[in-house]
Each structure stands twice: as structure tokens, then as C-alpha cells.
């Protein structure tokens, strides 16, 4: 298994502004994922981001509102760009391939006010 | 139809009660299959694969039902430390074989 930490673990944001969050892993991992959490719901991939290569965004995300970088195989950001309520949520980074387990960061709790 | 449905419940039971969770899943070519473990405010965590021969771990029991396209979670002889939420999670179908999240099974088990 991977050990995963991601920072900040939670913060409280004013509206229009943005955040980054970190996710570290304590080896090497081909596919880094993004997922958001919504109070009451279950967890939605934001996108996958790829060492090398633009991040691969699900239907419903963009890159200009959830820019993703991965600078190498043991982190990546994910950033949440002019934030508004709406935004409010847990953001999990998350680590495996597609049909393996998946290891999760302790994620980010993320307030926009 | 979403492409994971399971019943967000609660399920109230006592311990040493046996509970069942179901998780249907609506595509046919999908090839793993977990159940995952989320605590409040916490990150999930892996619970068990389902197989399709089926598979034991402990207390814990996983089927799948590739024909009717469900899989099931039976839990023996509840203990308190088993309140959570249980995630079915099924992967898809595409070149990075996205895997997709139930909404979850929350279990409360009462003393």
C-alpha cells in the first residue's frame, strides 16, 4: 500500500479566490486521481493526472476551473480556481491503477464562504 | 439509471446482528469489483474485492452476481466498531478503466 498526505487538510476560503491542494505519496505511482466529495453524496472523479501529459478531466470538470499539475510520479496539485459555495466540498487524491485497489489521501475539507 | 446504485439506508441493527448491503451496477462489461470502508470524516478505505467465486474475510462476506449485476456485502455478528459507511465500487469501461463510487451504505450498529 502507499502512504498519501495531502495539504492543507482543510481551509476555509473566501469566495472568488483560489486554492491549492497538495497530495505527496510516498513512492513512485504512474496514476494520480482527483475525486470531490459532496456533503451527502459519494465521490466523484475530478480527473486523473498523468506524469508527463495534460490531466484527463471527467465530464463536468475543465481544466480552467480545476488546473492539476504533476510534476513527477510523487505529487501533484489540484487547484480550485475562483472558488463560490458550490465548491464546498472534500477533495481526495488518490492513488492505483483503474482496476486494482485504490489507496485515498486523508483529503483536503474545503469552506468557501 | 446511475451507473452504481446502493441504498444510502441507514441500517440500524444490533449487535451480533447479521446485515446484508446490495449494490446494483448498470454496465455489463465492468470487471472489478470492491467494497470500501468510509468512517465519518475520513478518507475511504479498501474493505475487500468481490470475486466472482465469491470470498470470505472473517466476519465479512462479498458475491457477485454477474447475471443480475449486483454485488452483495453480508456482515456476521455485528460489532459496534463496524458503524460506517460501505462504498461499492465498480470499474468502468476505458483505456484508464475509470472506477466509479456508490453513494454508500451507511451501517449503524447499537449496543
Known amino acids: 500500500s502507499a502512504v498519501i498526505s495531502q495539504k492543507p487538510s482543510r481551509d476555509i476560503c473566501q469566495r472568488g479566490t483560489s486554492l491549492t491542494i497538495q497530495c505527496q505519496v510516498d513512492?513512485?505511482?504512474?496514476?494520480m486521481f482527483w475525486y470531490r466529495q459532496q456533503p451527502g453524496q459519494s465521490l466523484t472523479l475530478i480527473a486523473t493526472a498523468n506524469q508527463g501529459s495534460e490531466a484527463t478531466y471527467e465530464s463536468g470538470f475543465v481544466i480552467d476551473k480545476f488546473p492539476i499539475s504533476r510534476p513527477n510520479l510523487t505529487f501533484s496539485t489540484l487547484t480550485v480556481s475562483n472558488m463560490s459555495p458550490e465548491d464546498s466540498s472534500i477533495y481526495l487524491c488518490?492513488?492505483?491503477?483503474?482496476?486494482?485497489?485504490?489507496?485515498f489521501g486523508p483529503g483536503t475539507r474545503l469552506t468557501v464562504t | 439509471r446511475k451507473e452504481v446504485e446502493q441504498d444510502p439506508g441507514p441500517f440500524n441493527v444490533p449487535e451480533g446482528a447479521t446485515v446484508a448491503f446490495n449494490c446494483t451496477y448498470s454496465n455489463s462489461a465492468s470487471q472489478s469489483f470492491f467494497w470500501y470502508r468510509q468512517d465519518c470524516r475520513k478518507e475511504p478505505k479498501l474493505l475487500m474485492s468481490v470475486y466472482s467465486s465469491g470470498n470470505e474475510d472473517g466476519r465479512f462476506t462479498a458475491q457477485l452476481n454477474r447475471a443480475s449485476q449486483y454485488i452483495s456485502l453480508l456482515i456476521r455478528d455485528s460489532k459496534l466498531s463496524d458503524s460506517a459507511t460501505y462504498l461499492c465500487v465498480v470499474n468502468g469501461v476505458g483505456g484508464y478503466q475509470k472506477v466509479t463510487f456508490g453513494i454508500g451504505t451507511k451501517l449503524q450498529v447499537i449496543p
Open positions: 513512492s513512485q505511482v504512474t496514476m
Open positions: 488518490s492513488v492505483g491503477t483503474g482496476w486494482r485497489e485504490q489507496y
